[in-house]
């Protein structure tokens, strides 16, 4: 589908047959071609033409090595732009907090909430030795609570008891206060998905913020996502204090390009990155990793 | 609305609104360079130009826009419900469960996720909404076997529709893959023509990844036909202008909501006015 950006850039390069210092119209001519790769990957379009400002203003006059085509120098420049943006420093999940630290995890239905708490609770139980509960907030998706319960189970982390017709907030609390009580280091708050536009279920997440006060409210989206990351990124952002992003099925073949979409219009740092079905599957976020594969490289 | 003529800042604009639908950049291009074809440098209302992108767009879904149809000498018509993980396989089974119970239909559901937690649990819920008898297996059985079960029994019952649900399977895991065949193999011991339908599940909210779904899962089980879901959300769904016009896969329906009455017929002009942004 994608012959890889180097390729098309080597292409465009030829054509104009240029050396010495990266002109104004050939870094244009080649930035077409980036723009066209960037969007083939789902970046948002604001946050393309934002991105193709910035590495055209690195790029424009800038000598070129003798070592290196034209073309080479410009897919150089775009990359490292790219992962800057993306953010060089990893920035684990912060559990700097009097204990128990609330976690709550926030996103659109279906994008692996549910899965991602059990997998963080795992990784934070066996790798960071915390004791870590998980509470199902979700009382809407059938069987939802029951999912998180045998995740539970599988991972060998603590979860809420389920009281049957108890409400999401009043839930946040009791799995505070049982956090609290008994010593946990961490509570997991796993919540129901949500669109962002849907009026009720944003003010309930918005009043779940308000109780616990979490310490890391991390929004987990799906890797395959497209254009409208960033209408779903900036609501949550606004409405419920993102801290943090996790992308999901990164063990996927989308492109990814909501990943910089996302970081672009919120700021907030990829943390995590999910790339199985199983409870080990969940990896650190390599922001190099994902931008040659938005550039198809 | 002012009239203005029709250049290359306002193609570029409405082509910037194609690419934010998720329409993917050689489709939007190419329905730009038609539209400049035949109106550039005429006086256009920014309404009428939308409204012409729309009409071009519907001219492709039309044709498939199909709902599905279920065939009433086949007792049971097997429906195979497939996709990757979490765009709405089995809600969108609960949601067509109640279709068929409203029609009348005797419907058998199959929980064929026999992976992921709680998905039997949640398919059983939705078969109590919708009055209809779940077949399951034990925990982490074979889903093959499971699925010939379920048939023998829909058959045994005098059942019209059977739906059987799937794991979330990535395309690009072969293994997975060969999974979902084996489940197709093994059903067609019993009957050969079956699955009579299989229906790929897509999420609105899915941009370009959603060709290679579609690509992959046609080419290895055989899909007959999609769903979209979510489309309750703020995405609207446009790739599926590009499947249309590279697939012709029948469109059955879309999804908006998650009760047992959010699913819609596919209707290929509301579908287009709404990627225009018009009313
Ligand atoms: N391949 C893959 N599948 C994943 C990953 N994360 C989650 N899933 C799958 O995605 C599907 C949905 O995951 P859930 O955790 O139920 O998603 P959710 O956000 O809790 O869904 P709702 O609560 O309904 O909004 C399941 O089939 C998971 O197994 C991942 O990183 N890779
Ligand atoms: N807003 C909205 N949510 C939907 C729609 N269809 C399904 N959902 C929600 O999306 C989430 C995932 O739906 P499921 O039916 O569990 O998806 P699935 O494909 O079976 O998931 P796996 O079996 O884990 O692969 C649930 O929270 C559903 O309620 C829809 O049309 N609109
Ligand atoms: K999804
Ligand atoms: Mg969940
Ligand atoms: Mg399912």
Redesign the pocket.
């Known amino acids: 589908m994608f012959d890889g950006l180097t390729g098309k850039l080597g292409d465009v390069f030829e054509r104009l047959k240029r050396r010495g210092a990266l002109s104004e119209s050939d870094v244009q001519a080649a930035m077409r071609e980036v723009r066209v790769a960037l969007l083939e990957a789902d970046v948002a379009l604001p946050v393309v033409k934002d991105f193709i400002a910035q590495a055209t203003e690195r790029a424009i006059g800038k000598e070129v090595l003798r070592s290196v085509t034209p073309g080479q120098m410009v897919v150089k420049i775009v990359h490292d732009t790219l992962v800057e943006m993306l953010g060089s420093e990893p920035e684990p999940v912060d559990l700097n907090a009097p204990a128990p630290v609330p976690i709550l995890m926030v996103?659109?239905?279906?994008?692996?909430?549910?899965?991602?708490t059990g997998k963080l609770a795992r990784r934070l139980t066996q790798r960071d030795k915390k004791k870590v509960l998980m509470a199902s907030l979700?009382v809407y998706?059938p069987a939802?609570q029951e999912?998180l319960r045998i995740l539970g189970e599988q991972t060998g982390v603590a979860t809420l008891p389920v009281v049957k017709g108890e409400q999401p907030v009043s839930i946040a609390k009791r799995a505070m206060t049982v956090g609290r009580l008994q010593g946990y280091d961490v509570v997991m708050l796993?919540t129901?998905?949500r669109l962002h536009i849907d009026e009720a279920l944003m003010a309930e997440v918005a009043a779940i913020r308000e109780t616990v006060d979490p310490h890391e409210v991390l929004l987990?989206v799906d890797a395959m996502t497209g254009q409208d990351a960033v209408n779903v990124a900036r609501t949550f952002k606004e409405r419920v204090g993102v801290t943090g992003i996790v992308m999901?099925?990164?063990?996927?073949d989308a492109r990814g390009g909501a990943a910089l979409s996302m970081r672009g219009v919120t700021g907030c740092p990829i943390k995590l990155?999910?790339?199985?079905?199983k409870m080990d599957?969940l990896e650190d976020f390599h922001p190099q990793r994902i931008a040659g594969r938005i550039l198809g490289m | 609305f002012t009239k203005r003529k029709l250049d290359d800042a306002t193609l570029e604009e409405l082509e910037d609104l194609l690419i934010q639908a998720d329409l993917g950049v050689k489709t939007a291009a190419k329905l730009t360079a038609n539209l400049a074809r035949e109106r550039f440098d005429k006086e256009v209302t920014s309404e009428e130009v939308r409204q012409a992108f729309a009409d071009d767009i519907a001219e492709i879904l039309t044709p498939v826009a199909l709902p599905l149809a279920i065939d009433p000498a086949l007792k049971p018509h097997v429906v195979l419900v497939v996709g990757v993980?979490?765009t709405g396989k089995t809600t969108t089974i609960g949601k067509l469960a109640k279709q068929f119970r409203d029609q009348k239909k005797k419907v058998v559901l199959a929980a064929g996720d026999t992976f992921?937690a709680a998905a039997v649990e949640q398919l059983k819920i939705w078969g109590e909404r919708t009055g209809c008898p779940v077949i399951a297996g034990p925990e982490n059985c074979d889903a093959a076997s499971l699925a010939f079960d379920a048939l023998k029994q829909a058959k045994a019952d005098g059942a019209d529709v059977l739906l059987i649900d799937t794991?979330?399977r990535?395309h690009n895991k072969a293994a997975l893959m060969d999974e979902l065949k084996k489940v197709i193999r093994v059903i067609a011991k019993m009957d050969p023509a079956a699955p009579h339908s299989t229906v790929l599940v897509l999420d609105a909210t899915t941009g370009q990844n959603a060709h290679a779904q579609v690509e992959t899962f046609r080419s290895m089980v055989n899909v007959t036909g999609l769903v979209m879901t979510k489309l309750d959300g703020t995405a609207r769904g446009g790739v599926v202008v590009a499947l249309a016009d590279a697939f012709g896969l029948p469109v059955h329906a879309v999804g908006v909501g998650e009760g047992a009455d959010d699913l819609r017929p596919f209707d290929a002009n509301a579908f287009a006015r709404n990627l225009m942004g018009l009313e």
Request: net charge neutral; glycine share 26%.
């Open positions: 996103g659109l239905q279906g994008s692996g909430k549910t899965t991602t979700d998706r939802a999912q796993d129901a998905g987990v999901t099925r990164v063990d996927g990155m999910g790339v199985g079905e599957a | 993980n979490g992921r794991a979330g990535l």
